[in-house]
């Protein structure tokens, strides 16, 4: 029988263009999996699948099998895979008629030619048997990008290692490679909805497709990328603050805090001087809670507090009200900070004193950069003992202030037991006091994430007079509060603090998402605010993270202004051909295309109007069949002229007379002049006027849209 033969040329083209997108998803998927035979077997495993099942699923004996015996047979094909890859690598055969590493990229092409030959198999079947199938194949695809690239994640340009290593060793931007994966993953998608057998769906998941899209770039335009919680419940992260408010939310989030997205990147600074700080860590404040309003510390609202922090971000350069003192124990450090995540505020380098604004060197990577000034302590503790506290300039109400705190006697009975073991000579000393105290925290306290201090009254009190144990937040304010229980004025700041070992000798510096931190302050009397940071020794959760050196690194030279990062592009892509210009010459070529299809679609529709009459009854019978398969409708392989005429008369009536005329024409008349062109231009504008009345809308829009709509007329 010829049908047969004609639906197997019929489903060619769909079938290779689906091998083509599944064998791209198992390659993509075992890069990081297998070697480079491992992922050819896959390719090959997958293209076999698809044209055996596509070409025979209707035929004797797969057309007697139930569903449920194929997809048993591919898991059993599966196993045997797994088994006979573990044989080969196992035995000693392979290795020894070859070499050790011929026996494993042995076991890694068996291995991956029967997964990805079973799991074709069974979503094959599925699709030509089930109405979910089709579905099942298009989450597998997104599945495979979705994994392969979720190393990424939180900003890890560098990630996944295969395109980070290859991007950077020829000096690509890493994240224009994962642009690319993306955009092939949402072509591949797209292209399985358009060989999906049920033709009228397609608007409707082209349309969802777009909309999904679409919404996800203008959601990232408007408000970016969504930004760490672990920083975004310290108040550090988030939309930008224009000036000092209330901080209107909950600072505690026992509970919420989730350690998950705790590795993300959420700035770069680059140190322009060089600076090493004695207590081993980086501490940049960006913001204070320091006025008591009744059931907790907020950020204050009165100008004549925290009159050293910059609150907001500017486009030119801002200072700080207040200069700290003890300059000869200072040293003035410049550092340049790219934010990778929007910020609620500015923040620099312990005792920032400015900010001053910098163009943007990477729009697409850092959300706003600027030039921190700051005067960094190089004192020691001991050069802090015996200082007196405060400002002479302070009036009564900011001294009150800054020694409020709960209606609870307990913080100052515990504050006085703690220093009562003080030696003589330091029983007045506020240095010694809060150092007692800091070292009690440091005995005692035990740091967790997860406790139920939150939505207590006094969330302090719950963790400082019960068990102890929380995390910067409670440590912070519980010691403030039991600071200015002694008179000592506290305050509690809020920022980064990043291992000084993180540098690595370099001059940039990688600011995480684990490295939000709260702390507590005090104010030294010609000095300035001084960080006193409890350090607990016990933890129940693992806040290590891995070196990210490779990434710091980039972002580093992403940031300078000396442009580094484009002279070692520009010198690693010397001899290489840039992935930017392939992809202009790609979108050059699909441009050049569409253009093309609409110029020859054009021509085809307009020619018959000025064609020689014996030329007329082939032309005109071309347009009509141009404008039926632009709405879907085109002549199948093996159906004659009047059976496709008969099955477009539902939509073209006249489409019958036009077959008629056409192969008269062709067949029985000699004179190809007897009919006149004005007749075979009413029987095309008949057609046309009948396929707008008659078919649907949308499918009448679609065909003024696509280009290539010819393509299926014979």
């Given at each position: 029988m010829?049908?047969?033969?004609?639906?197997?040329?019929q489903?060619?083209l769909?079938?290779l263009?689906?091998?083509v997108?599944?064998?791209c998803?198992y390659w993509?998927?075992?890069?990081?999996?297998?070697v480079?035979a491992?992922?050819?077997?896959?390719?090959?495993g997958?293209?076999f699948?698809?044209?055996?099942i596509?070409?025979?699923?209707?035929?004797?004996p797969l057309d007697?099998l139930?569903?449920?015996?194929?997809l048993?047979f591919?898991l059993?094909?599966?196993l045997a895979?797994?088994?006979v890859?573990?044989?080969?690598v196992?035995t000693?055969l392979i290795?020894?008629?070859?070499?050790?590493?011929?026996?494993?990229?042995?076991g890694?092409?068996?291995k991956?030619?029967?997964?990805s030959?079973s799991?074709?198999?069974?979503?094959?079947?599925?699709?030509?048997?089930t109405?979910?199938?089709?579905i099942?194949?298009?989450?597998?695809?997104?599945?495979?990008f979705?994994?392969t690239?979720?190393a990424h994640?939180?900003?890890m340009?560098?990630?996944?290692?295969f395109i980070g290593?290859?991007a950077?060793?020829?000096?690509?931007?890493?994240?224009?490679i994962?642009?690319?994966f993306?955009?092939?993953?949402?072509?591949?998608?797209?292209?399985?909805?358009m060989?999906?057998?049920?033709?009228r769906?397609?608007?409707?998941?082209?349309?969802?497709l777009?909309?999904i899209?679409f919404?996800?770039?203008?959601f990232?335009?408007?408000?970016?990328?969504?930004?760490?919680?672990?920083?975004?419940?310290?108040?550090?992260?988030?939309q930008?603050?224009?000036?000092?408010?209330?901080?209107?939310e909950?600072p505690?989030?026992?509970?919420e805090?989730?350690?998950?997205?705790?590795?993300?990147p959420?700035?770069?600074?680059v140190?322009r001087?060089?600076y090493?700080?004695?207590n081993g860590?980086?501490?940049?404040?960006?913001?204070?809670?320091?006025?008591?309003?009744?059931?907790?510390?907020d950020v204050?609202?009165r100008d004549?507090?925290?009159r050293?922090?910059i609150?907001?971000f500017?486009?030119n350069?801002s200072?700080?009200?207040?200069l700290?003192g003890?300059?000869d124990?200072r040293?003035?450090v410049?550092t340049?900070?790219g934010?990778?995540?929007?910020?609620?505020?500015p923040?620099g380098?312990?005792?920032?004193i400015?900010?001053e604004?910098?163009?943007?060197?990477?729009?697409l990577?850092?959300?706003?950069t600027?030039?921190?000034?700051?005067?960094?302590?190089t004192?020691?503790?001991?050069?802090?003992?015996?200082?007196?506290?405060?400002?002479?300039d302070?009036?009564?109400?900011?001294w009150?202030?800054?020694l409020?705190?709960?209606?609870?006697p307990r913080?100052?009975e515990?504050a006085?037991?703690?220093?009562?073991?003080?030696?003589?000579?330091?029983?007045?000393d506020?240095?010694a006091?809060a150092w007692?105290i800091?070292?009690?925290l440091?005995?005692n306290g035990?740091?967790s994430?997860k406790?139920?201090?939150a939505y207590e009254?006094d969330?302090?009190a719950s963790?400082l007079f019960?068990?102890?144990?929380?995390?910067?937040m409670h440590?912070?304010?519980?010691a403030?509060?039991?600071?200015?229980?002694?008179?000592?004025p506290a305050r509690?700041?809020?920022?980064?603090?990043?291992p000084a070992?993180n540098?690595a000798?370099?001059?940039s510096?990688l600011?995480?998402a684990?490295?939000?931190?709260a702390w507590?302050e005090i104010?030294?009397?010609d000095?300035?605010?001084?960080i006193v940071?409890?350090?607990?020794?016990?933890?129940?959760?693992?806040?290590?993270t891995?070196?990210?050196?490779?990434l710091?690194?980039?972002?580093g030279d992403?940031l300078?202004?000396?442009?580094s990062?484009?002279?070692f592009?520009?010198?690693?892509?010397?001899?290489l051909?840039?992935?930017e210009?392939?992809?202009?010459v790609f979108?050059?070529l699909?441009?050049?295309?569409?253009?093309?299809a609409y110029?020859?679609?054009?021509?085809?529709l307009?020619?018959p109007?000025r064609a020689?009459?014996k030329?007329?009854?082939?032309l005109?019978?071309?347009?009509?069949?141009?404008?039926?398969?632009?709405?879907?409708i085109?002549?199948?392989?093996?159906?004659s002229?009047?059976?496709?005429?008969?099955?477009a008369s539902?939509?073209?009536?006249?489409?019958k007379?036009l077959?008629?005329?056409?192969?008269s024409?062709?067949?029985?008349?000699?004179?190809?002049?007897?009919?006149?062109?004005?007749e075979?231009?009413?029987?095309?504008e008949?057609?046309?006027?009948?396929?707008?009345?008659?078919?649907d809308?949308?499918?009448?829009?679609?065909a003024?849209?696509n280009?290539?709509?010819w393509v299926?007329s014979r």
């Amino acid at each position: 029988m010829t049908v047969p033969n004609d639906n197997i040329q019929q489903r060619s083209l769909p079938t290779l263009l689906r091998a083509v997108i599944l064998a791209c998803a198992y390659w993509f998927l075992s890069l990081s999996l297998t070697v480079t035979a491992g992922s050819i077997a896959a390719i090959a495993g997958c293209i076999f699948a698809c044209f055996f099942i596509d070409l025979n699923i209707r035929k004797d004996p797969l057309d007697k099998l139930r569903t449920t015996a194929i997809l048993l047979f591919s898991l059993s094909l599966f196993l045997a895979a797994i088994l006979v890859a573990s044989l080969v690598v196992s035995t000693n055969l392979i290795s020894t008629l070859f070499s050790p590493i011929a026996g494993f990229e042995l076991g890694e092409v068996l291995k991956w030619f029967g997964i990805s030959l079973s799991l074709t198999l069974s979503l094959r079947t599925l699709s030509h048997r089930t109405s979910f199938g089709s579905i099942l194949e298009i989450l597998f695809v997104a599945i495979a990008f979705v994994v392969t690239l979720s190393a990424h994640r939180n900003g890890m340009i560098h990630r996944p290692f295969f395109i980070g290593d290859f991007a950077l060793i020829r000096g690509i931007d890493p994240s224009t490679i994962l642009l690319s994966f993306g955009c092939a993953a949402v072509l591949s998608l797209a292209a399985l909805l358009m060989i999906e057998n049920n033709q009228r769906r397609l608007p409707y998941h082209f349309t969802a497709l777009g909309l999904i899209c679409f919404s996800l770039v203008i959601f990232v335009q408007m408000f970016g990328l969504p930004t760490p919680s672990m920083t975004d419940d310290l108040g550090l992260t988030g939309q930008e603050q224009n000036g000092n408010g209330s901080q209107r939310e909950n600072p505690f989030r026992d509970g919420e805090n989730d350690a998950n997205d705790m590795e993300a990147p959420v700035a770069v600074v680059v140190f322009r001087d060089d600076y090493e700080p004695l207590n081993g860590a980086y501490y940049f404040r960006e913001s204070a809670y320091s006025q008591y309003r009744g059931t907790m510390l907020d950020v204050t609202s009165r100008d004549d507090m925290d009159r050293d922090l910059i609150d907001h971000f500017t486009s030119n350069r801002s200072d700080s009200g207040l200069l700290p003192g003890a300059t000869d124990e200072r040293i003035p450090v410049r550092t340049s900070i790219g934010m990778l995540v929007s910020h609620r505020r500015p923040f620099g380098l312990e005792s920032p004193i400015g900010f001053e604004n910098t163009p943007n060197p990477n729009n697409l990577r850092f959300k706003r950069t600027y030039d921190a000034y700051s005067l960094a302590p190089t004192y020691d503790f001991d050069y802090l003992l015996g200082r007196e506290l405060g400002r002479d300039d302070w009036s009564d109400e900011v001294w009150e202030e800054y020694l409020q705190l709960p209606d609870d006697p307990r913080y100052k009975e515990l504050a006085e037991s703690i220093i009562g073991n003080l030696k003589t000579e330091y029983t007045d000393d506020a240095f010694a006091k809060a150092w007692s105290i800091k070292t009690y925290l440091d005995e005692n306290g035990i740091y967790s994430l997860k406790n139920q201090h939150a939505y207590e009254t006094d969330p302090a009190a719950s963790f400082l007079f019960g068990d102890l144990t929380g995390y910067c937040m409670h440590f912070a304010f519980s010691a403030t509060y039991m600071f200015r229980s002694l008179g000592i004025p506290a305050r509690v700041g809020i920022g980064y603090s990043v291992p000084a070992a993180n540098r690595a000798g370099g001059s940039s510096l990688l600011v995480q998402a684990i490295h939000g931190h709260a702390w507590p302050e005090i104010y030294f009397k010609d000095i300035g605010w001084v960080i006193v940071d409890p350090a607990p020794q016990q933890t129940l959760v693992d806040m290590t993270t891995d070196p990210q050196d490779t990434l710091q690194q980039l972002l580093g030279d992403m940031l300078r202004n000396d442009a580094s990062f484009e002279d070692f592009l520009q010198s690693e892509q010397s001899s290489l051909i840039s992935l930017e210009r392939l992809l202009t010459v790609f979108y050059i070529l699909v441009l050049s295309a569409i253009v093309t299809a609409y110029l020859i679609k054009i021509y085809r529709l307009w020619i018959p109007s000025r064609a020689a009459l014996k030329s007329q009854y082939r032309l005109s019978y071309r347009s009509a069949l141009d404008q039926l398969s632009a709405i879907g409708i085109y002549r199948k392989t093996g159906e004659s002229r009047e059976q496709f005429a008969a099955r477009a008369s539902t939509i073209a009536p006249t489409m019958k007379k036009l077959t008629r005329q056409h192969l008269s024409m062709t067949l029985g008349s000699e004179d190809r002049t007897s009919c006149q062109r004005v007749e075979w231009l009413a029987l095309n504008e008949c057609v046309n006027q009948e396929i707008r009345e008659n078919a649907d809308s949308w499918k009448v829009y679609l065909a003024i849209l696509n280009p290539f709509s010819w393509v299926l007329s014979r």
